[in-house]
């Protein structure tokens, strides 16, 4: 029927998985309404430390993490359904980074670095990846170093969350090899996070320098290599839940604009120019809604097969480039309203510029997805 | 549009397995040689006697074998079975390519609705003819000048006596030349002109003096519709389907068999599939500067984009099987369905023409053609797909009017 490599097409939802769908969507449309939103935007933190609570105590921060831990063991499909709410809501809290972090730990921690940390996770400690060190999601190597002595040299860019965070998971090379080392914030001088200022204003992200952190051999994560990996493509992952749902918000706001605004005396959304790209804009968010659950479904907690990072891949390429098309169009359809700040479209734009680049942009996964597919 | 609803669990079950094997042997036993000349890549290509008899007589052993209609009543030529093994015997026709079972509107449209709302001597009458192919249907929706649009239908059916009168035309009749009956949807009430509800349907006898047909050569140079013309045409008054005025609705019904939204269809593969996987094939023989076209990296990122596609298209009845994931529009991928796949294929085989290189500027009837100018053919017909049933830009205002609440024009 088709190539061998693309033959997997399992897609199912779970009772627990539409369970956590009906809750995460009337508490973020409740939580994150477009004045609260809007409220944050120029807040420091960048999130309401109340919702972030409640999350916490509906035990959402523990859904992927073994019971062992505190968590609720039920896979990281099982947060999909919430970060794509979360995506449809424009609801900013770490939870992103932090379950990234806490995936990253989980498949590639020791038996004492799990301990020590992933119940504070799930109990709402913000933890956070520290990967780049240029602008390149792609590149194979870092300039970042853990000395012999296990002193740490580099500054990694855009760290999300990271002006918030209690944990680092840095990126670095070591003896030769790429390690993912533990640092705590308490460890760092206050000068070392430097923020920066974001296209999309509901995210927080900061530089951090990393420059004379002595650490440990225990700071090393023994699994390394397959947790960097696998973090990798579920942040690929949980971007494209979070791209979906923005697509979704982005397409209510121009059917919205769509069915109320007359010009030349009709309802703009009964020309075809503009009612046939905004059904575009539901296909290709319908698309990207059919890939994220498809990944969701396969990928578990061991490591990522070959199968789950084509489904990862094809979801990002999918849903930013969608979430892209939306946003842009969006401005556009709301005419001279749209070239304003005030006008709600500009949100979904932003976010769509900043979200393309998040674990890497749709060009970088099918280059990937061509040596998967096509050698 | 295939639809596969069946879980991949049950397919694995080991009679199903079993089955599945029993077709694909059969099949390969009992496939028929290259004739020697074109068969269609789907069933809107039947364009000569020749090719007529040679697929009528390849849907009669298909049913013969009892693989055709598998899910329909015995009593009517089927064999009362699960439709999961229609389904699989579909699924083997489809890879091993072996030639379409023509007779698609009787199969596909016609049946499912003289099943679903058609009467006993409806049934009795007309149900076995379709699976064995003696008795071939068209369709009489479209009329010149009204190509999408059928509420503007002229074409006129006046009752007398035990006899309706036809008088109008109609156009894109697929084997329109060759049927024996056909689906029409005729006016019935002029009063009520461009409404909707002055519309009847029938199951019209087309062997009747004052009905004929002018074959309509397409873009690629192949036959396969009329033009039907109907001049004082007396057809008998019991092929009325339903009552006078309820034409609208029955053709909306047949619409929805036609665009694979509804199930029931006797089964048989309709068209020649042509997958990504061809595209690959071809991106591997083709050479540039000594390389296979596979190499190349805009190449490379074109096709995983088609890939990409492909993926969610094929993903998509399995995600309508889950309610909670289309509940913000529910009728949303179905509605789409038509629009998302004609539209993927026909800009997919495009893309297979560009890979060929200059050989694409070759046609049919040229030695060094690719495979006989297959993709040409494959392109250049897939705008029936995209146009018939309602053209894209028809199904783009449909899905953005009753799924997104736009206004119509």
């Known amino acids: 029927m088709t190539n061998t490599r693309t033959a997997n097409m399992a897609l199912a939802f779970s009772d627990e998985q539409g369970m956590i769908l009906e809750s995460a969507k009337s508490f973020c449309r409740d939580q994150s309404g477009m004045t609260a939103v809007r409220g944050l935007l120029s807040s420091e933190s960048g999130y309401n430390p109340e919702v972030w609570a409640e999350m916490v105590a509906l035990g959402w921060t523990g859904i992927a993490i073994a019971e062992q831990y505190g968590g609720s063991a039920l896979g990281i499909g099982s947060t999909i359904p919430l970060v794509e709410s979360m995506g449809r809501h424009l609801l900013s809290t770490p939870y992103i980074s932090t379950t990234i972090a806490s995936q990253t730990l989980q498949r590639g921690g020791s038996e004492e670095q799990k301990s020590a940390w992933l119940p504070r996770m799930v109990e709402g400690t913000v933890a956070t990846l520290a990967l780049l060190d240029n602008e390149d999601w792609g590149a194979t190597t870092t300039s970042c170093t853990l000395s012999a002595e296990f002193e740490l040299r580099g500054t990694k860019l855009l760290v999300n969350d990271g002006a918030v965070a209690d944990l680092f998971i840095v990126l670095a090379n070591h003896n030769g090899a790429q390690v993912l080392v533990l640092v705590e914030a308490a460890d760092l001088p206050a000068e070392a996070l430097s923020k920066k200022v974001l296209i999309d204003e509901t995210k927080r992200a900061c530089n951090v320098c990393f420059d004379g952190i002595k650490l440990s051999a225990d700071a090393i994560l023994p699994n390394s290599e397959s947790a960097l990996r696998d973090s990798r493509l579920i942040g690929a992952l949980l971007t494209a839940a979070e791209a979906t749902g923005s697509s979704a918000a982005a397409l209510d706001v121009v059917v919205a604009y769509l069915t109320s605004r007359i010009q030349f005396g009709r309802l703009i959304g009964s020309y075809q120019s503009l009612k046939h790209p905004t059904v575009e804009m539901l296909i290709g968010m319908d698309s990207a809604r059919t890939l994220i659950y498809h990944a969701a479904t396969i990928v578990g907690d061991e490591a990522l097969d070959q199968d789950a990072e084509i489904a990862c891949r094809m979801a990002k390429a999918q849903a930013t480039d969608a979430l892209l098309f939306a946003g842009d169009r969006g401005i556009q359809f709301h005419g001279g309203m749209g070239f304003t700040y005030e006008c709600d479209a500009q949100l979904y734009l932003r976010r769509a510029l900043w979200m393309q680049h998040q674990y890497g942009d749709a060009q970088h996964h099918r280059l990937h997805l061509a040596n998967l597919l096509l050698n | ?409």
């Open chain 2, 1 to 409: 549009m295939t639809t596969n609803t069946h879980s991949p669990s049950a397919a694995q079950a080991p009679e199903l397995k079993e089955f599945r094997a029993d077709v694909a042997a059969w099949l390969a036993d009992n496939r028929p040689a290259d004739p020697g000349f074109l068969l269609p890549q789907t069933f809107m290509e039947v364009g000569s006697e020749q090719v007529l008899d040679f697929l009528r007589e390849w849907q009669h052993k298909v049913w013969s074998a009892g693989y055709l209609g598998m899910a329909w009543p015995e009593k009517y030529g089927g064999r009362g079975m699960a439709p999961l093994y229609q389904s699989i015997a579909d699924q083997e026709m489809k890879r091993l390519r072996v030639p379409i079972c023509f007779n698609v509107i009787g199969l596909g449209w016609a049946g499912p609705l003289i099943m679903d709302i058609g009467t006993d001597y409806e049934k009795d009458k007309y149900l076995k003819g379709i699976l064995n192919a003696e008795d071939i249907w068209c369709q009489g929706f479209s009329e010149p000048n009204h190509g999408s649009d059928l509420g503007s239908i002229q074409t006129r059916a006046q009752r007398d006596g035990d006899n309706y009168v036809i008088n109008g035309s109609k156009i894109w009749t697929t084997m329109g030349n060759y049927a024996k009956y056909m689906i029409l949807l005729a006016r019935t009430d002029a009063q009520v002109e461009r409404r909707y509800n002055g519309l009847s349907f029938f199951l019209a006898p087309m062997h009747t003096d004052g009905v004929t047909t002018t074959p309509i050569k397409k873009l690629t140079g192949e036959y396969g519709f009329t033009e039907t013309f109907f001049t004082d045409a007396r057809i008998p008054a019991t092929s009325l389907m339903g009552d006078e005025g309820q034409g609208w609705g029955i053709a909306m019904k047949t619409l929805q068999y036609e665009r694979g939204a509804e199930a029931g269809a006797a089964g048989g593969i309709s068209i020649l599939s042509i997958v990504m996987n061809d595209l690959l094939k071809m991106a591997q023989d083709v050479e540039r500067e000594g390389q296979p076209l596979l190499k190349d990296p805009v190449t490379r990122d074109n096709l995983v984009k088609f890939l990409i596609e492909e993926k969610a298209l094929y993903l998509t009845d399995k995600r309508i099987a889950i309610p909670a994931l289309c509940a913000d529009y529910p009728n949303s991928l179905p509605l789409s369905g038509k629009l998302r796949s004609t539209e993927f294929f026909r800009r997919m085989r495009q893309y297979a023409l560009t890979m060929q290189g200059a050989q694409s500027s070759l046609y049919v009837g040229d030695e060094d053609t690719l495979d006989g100018g297959f993709w040409q053919r494959a392109y250049m017909n897939n705008f029936s797909t995209t146009i018939g049933g309602g053209t894209s830009q028809v199904q783009a205002n449909i899905v953005g009017e009753h799924v997104l609440g736009l206004p119509k024009d």
